[in-house]
Nanobody, 127 residues
Framework: VQLVESGAVSVQSGGSLTLSCSTS????????MGWFRQAPGQEREGVAR???????SYADSAKVRFTISRDNAKNTLDLQMNSLQPDDTAMYYC??????????????????????WGRGTLVTISS
């Protein structure tokens, strides 16, 4: 199983960008996918998650500004990010999980349920 995020990107504060993740290596469509991020010196945190049927949820920091989407036919996962701020600067990781809980529960539970991770892509927001 492989997850590959799009390349590093840098934008100015207030700008927008879309991260993409290409997935391969598994045929089971019933899995949770999500975006996580890790800023320097901080723990990895959840940003957005989406189940096999398109039901999504967001961390408070991402609500309103970010939109997660997936295309099961193309095996891709996207994260549209708007109104970006310097605090959004971080490594962003794509992940997929096959746990029975799927995308439900706390962010900690979803994090623990992720089985595969991409290598991450650096997003830098300049003020």
């Amino acid at each position: 199983v492989q997850l590959v995020e799009s390349g590093a990107v840098s934008v100015q504060s207030g700008g927008s960008l879309t991260l993409s993740c290409s997935t391969s290596g598994y045929t089971d469509r019933d899995y949770c996918m999500g975006w996580f991020r890790q800023a320097p010196g901080q723990e990895r945190e959840g940003v957005a998650r989406i189940d096999n049927y398109g039901s999504s949820s967001y961390a408070d920091s991402a609500k309103v500004r970010f939109t997660i989407s997936r295309d099961n036919a193309k095996n891709t996962l996207d994260l549209q990010m708007n109104s970006l701020q310097p605090d959004d600067t971080a490594m962003y990781y794509c992940a997929a999980g096959f746990s029975l809980n799927g995308c439900s529960g706390s962010w900690g539970a979803v994090f623990d349920g992720m089985d595969y991770w991409g290598r991450g892509t650096l997003v830098t927001i300049s003020s």
